[in-house]
């Protein structure tokens, strides 16, 4: 099979993830789920030519996947959909994996993203985080929350993404949309960049090292919006892993920073659904004075504590959403604990 059949059966069966690794078939996510799209098992000659029309596709060299080991890129099939592809080698092979991306922004509400998500959109400062382990939306999330406020205010939003997913349209927005590292080397060089072209809001598709964290915060403490996302699961454990990227000599002025610039942290994960498939689950923290003393103090650890008091008060509690899923009968009570903060605590209250 040619990537494009491949990619357009992936696409017809709602598909998320593509896998083409020698010594097996090529594999799709389907809700969680794999299932295969080849009757046979792929050999390395057969997922480097996968491999090397996928670069095809995106009119890419591909000298830079032999120089590095692996690339990121995204490509579109005209009529079907986008894709986010990652290039690599393994055992000296060649394999890559696919993401798929339809044409089009999602739509909030069939996704699952709460209203209170979706709210944020409405600062016009300071920094806001969408964390979560890989492949759990914080992407999508974004892009969402990015089109809301394209559609509903004028200005400037400069996007900064590896690769480019999601692409926006100009509406009462102006939008730039620049892809690391085809348009600007790294992350740390569009940010800073991005500075001097007027923005009022900042996307940044994901804040990888320390220079960036810093620009980051410069940033967001000058009075514009910058949203971005990190890898971590839980607002507690976020804003120690900003603090911990710091020099311990600096880390009480970089909590001061980060008290006074971050306004919320959404947390997100898939979790499997009791029927099959997935469920987007969401914690909310948003910044109250509370919240900024607990930072400023180095007391995070009381964090998750205020966010399960803070509930219906701009805050929203991952737990308390895994009780609300189970009593609806949408997962199991041992998926609820297995993905509880405090399963001890969350096993009492079920």
Known sequence: MELKEILTKAYNMNGSDVFIIPGARVTCKVK????????????????????REAYELARRDISKLGDEGDDDFSFAIPALSRFRCNAYFQRGTMAATLRVVAFGLPDPASLGIPQLVMDLARFRNGMILVTGPAGSGKS???????DKINRERSGHIVTIEDPIEYIHNHKQSLVSQREVPSDAPTFDRALRASLRQAPNVIMLGEMRDLETIRTAITAAETGHLLLSSLHTTGAAKTVDRILDTFPAEQQAQIRVQVSMVLRAVVSQRLVPKKDGGQVAVFEVMTVNPAIQNLIRDGRTHQIDNAIFGGAGQGMLSMDAELQRLCRAGVITRETALLYAVSPETLSKRI
Do not use: F
């Not at 999508?140 to 990015?146: D, E, F, G, K, R």
């Open 32 to 51: 969680g789920d794999m299932v295969a799209l080849t009757d046979e098992i792929v050999k390395p000659a057969g997922t480097e030519q996968l491999v």
């Open 140 to 146: 999508t999330t974004m892009a969402c929350i990015v």
